[in-house]
């Protein structure tokens, strides 16, 4: 009774996570940037069962189940090309997942940098998991964050579907790995 809770419950914050998200995020074209503030220019694609990674603020705690109200955003597993405004600063992906997840510690995770005044583009993020049915259950391993630079093909998009940001200097800032290796990690949903 209880497993069905927490997967009820998982899967209730799953779909409010994904709610209204079917289309990649962007911001509005007429933004106009408050001092302090930049934007992220991303790509995301995942493995199965997962389907989002929270990123947090620098010194943010991602752990546990109510973390998600304490993130800074979610980076989707949308198609194409993807545009957030956010605070300058320093953040982390610190949760990667979707019917369960993998909390990850600051000094184990990608983290990336927003330069105010600027678009900042974070790179095509792979977030590889592998599932597998074990005993009647999916069981999924979620490994870490794999960045590569595809700037020229973040800016060939920006400036045929969101010309007007061209506008703000574009700088490459790809995430950072964590220079610790680890194992795939097997995703909780408690």
């Not at 990123?55 to 800074?72: L, N, T, V, W």
Request: glycine share 12%.
């Amino acid at each position: 009774m209880r497993t069905t809770i927490r997967s009820f419950i998982s899967l209730a914050i799953a779909g409010a996570l994904l709610a209204g998200c079917a289309q990649p995020a962007r911001v509005s074209d007429s933004l106009s940037l408050k001092d302090g503030e930049g934007v992220i220019v991303y790509r995301m694609t995942c493995g199965p069962q997962v389907a989002w990674g929270e990123f947090f603020r620098s010194g943010q705690g991602s752990a546990g189940f109510f973390a998600g109200m304490r993130r800074a955003g979610a980076l989707l597993c949308q198609e194409g090309v993807q545009t957030q405004r956010l605070e300058a600063g320093r953040y982390y992906i610190g949760k990667i997942g979707y019917t369960g997840w993998v909390d990850i510690a600051e000094n184990d995770a990608t983290t990336f940098t927003v330069t105010p005044g600027k678009l900042n583009y974070i790179g095509h993020i792979q977030l590889p998991s592998d599932a597998n049915q074990v005993r009647g259950r999916t069981e999924v391993l979620i490994g870490d964050p794999v960045v590569s630079d595809k700037s020229a093909e973040a800016q060939e998009w920006l400036t045929t579907n969101q010309g007007p940001l061209r506008r703000y200097e574009f700088v490459t800032a790809l995430a950072q790995a964590s220079a610790k290796v680890r194992e795939q990690r097997p995703a909780s949903t408690h």
